[in-house]
């Protein structure tokens, strides 16, 4: 049995072995699509085959999917009893390689950018006292510590918007509306956090882009915790 769909960006090959797919099971197959379909929009070439083999021995499915996206193909593979559970699971783990996928894009894109020197750092609107930032935190002063980083705001904030503008599926993703400060809050608030842990040999500047993508991770891992930290942070600054 073989299908293939080509009326949506992300065109889909499906092939079976040893069985037989309704067309109900393959409507609820193309229907778990939504997700994936977001992350692999901005590429100019995304194919997905997909692959059933039934094993009359085992009594199991097995399906792989591979997907091809412009210099990268990715592979994954599961085994159920019943096709969708096994299919539900390969699309989990693909979804993951392919936000993996464009992690590693946006750090190599970076990278080009700094080498050309045409990449725009976070730069603080004055001089930044960092003796009197270590301070701060030596008195676990989160607020006085959050005064004095604000020089970081305007630039940070507009890394932020760009960075959201590039990779829009990430807006999708959360569980309430998150505005481009509410992710500045939160860099703040994970930077007071890791102060300690920061490397010397790194601008404040980049050390606090750098904590743009494990931020937005945050909120997307632990959204209640993360809103009532960021609720708070944003409610005692602006006192």
């Given at each position: ?65 591979t997907l091809a996206l412009p210099d990268r193909r990715i592979f994954t593979g599961d085994r159920h009893a019943k096709v969708h559970p096994a299919y539900e699971r390969c699309l989990r783990k693909l979804v993951k390689k392919v936000r993996a ?106 050390w606090l882009e750098n904590l743009i993508d494990p931020s937005v991770q945050a909120i997307l891992q632990s959204p209640d915790d993360e809103y009532m930290r960021i609720e708070f942070s944003s409610a005692a600054f602006n006192q």
């Amino acid at each position: 049995m073989k299908f293939s769909n080509q009326s949506h960006a992300l065109r889909i090959m499906l092939d079976t072995k040893d069985c037989e797919l309704s067309s109900v099971e393959i409507e609820h197959m193309e229907e778990d699509l939504h997700t994936l379909r977001e992350l692999v929009a901005d590429f100019p070439v995304s194919d997905l085959h997909v692959t059933v083999v039934h094993h009359p021995r085992g009594g199991d499915y097995h399906v792989r999917t591979t997907l091809a996206l412009p210099d990268r193909r990715i592979f994954t593979g599961d085994r159920h009893a019943k096709v969708h559970p096994a299919y539900e699971r390969c699309l989990r783990k693909l979804v993951k390689k392919v936000r993996a996928y464009k992690h590693e894009m946006r750090i190599g894109e970076d990278s080009i950018k700094q080498a050309k020197g045409t990449r725009q750092t976070v730069e603080p609107i004055a001089e930044l006292d960092v003796s009197a930032l270590v301070k701060t935190v030596k008195d676990d002063d989160y607020l006085e510590f959050r005064r004095k980083i604000d020089l970081f705001e305007p630039a940070l904030s507009e890394r932020i918007a760009r960075w959201l503008g590039k990779y829009p599926e990430i807006q999708t993703q959360f569980e309430w509306p998150v505005s481009v400060s509410d992710i500045v809050e939160e860099v703040f608030l994970n930077a007071f956090d890791q102060f300690d842990l920061r490397s010397h040999d790194v601008s404040p500047g980049d050390w606090l882009e750098n904590l743009i993508d494990p931020s937005v991770q945050a909120i997307l891992q632990s959204p209640d915790d993360e809103y009532m930290r960021i609720e708070f942070s944003s409610a005692a600054f602006n006192q």
